[in-house]
């Protein structure tokens, strides 16, 4: 498929370190699957996981956002590929559950945009996989 240029690459930064992960760490879920089409992909690689599709994506989140008090992703290092509409960032995820316990995680995510939404997710999780 052809990719119609679309977002430029500070608005690709935007998407998918404000607007998604804003959301993320809000545990914003409406404003968090907006992010993403209907038909999206989002694979954990380094655990082989996939969810298929808004409702995978929404019960993913679901359970993410139930399992910690806090989400924290910060530290980002933004790679575009403007006219791809790609981005790929490494940054550190802080999460901390009900009983203070912290789990900090270096990952990296992939993402292929199309229209302004996430058509493909790719993370790899340098911990175990909290994305289940």
């Known amino acids: 498929m052809q990719y119609e240029?679309?977002?430029?690459?500070?608005e690709?930064?935007?998407?998918?370190?404000?607007?998604?992960?804003?959301?993320v760490d809000a545990k914003n879920m409406e404003a968090t699957l907006d992010c993403f089409h209907d038909g999206a992909l989002f694979c954990v690689q380094t655990d082989f996981t996939r969810h298929s599709g808004k409702e995978e994506i929404r019960r993913m989140f679901e359970d993410f956002f139930s399992a910690y008090e806090t989400i924290i992703h910060r530290?980002?290092?933004?790679t575009?590929?403007?006219?791809?509409?790609?981005?790929?960032?490494s940054f550190v995820a802080e999460l901390t559950d009900a009983d203070g316990n912290v789990t900090l995680l270096n990952n990296i995510n992939f993402w292929r945009v199309r229209d302004g939404k996430f058509q493909e997710v790719y993370v790899y999780m340098s911990g175990a996989n909290v994305l289940v």
């Open 5 to 10: 240029p679309g977002l430029s690459r500070d």
């Open 12 to 23: 690709l930064i935007e998407l998918a370190t404000k607007t998604y992960f804003g959301n």
């Open 75 to 78: 530290d980002f290092n933004c």
């Open 80 to 89: 575009v590929d403007e006219a791809n509409g790609r981005i790929a960032a």
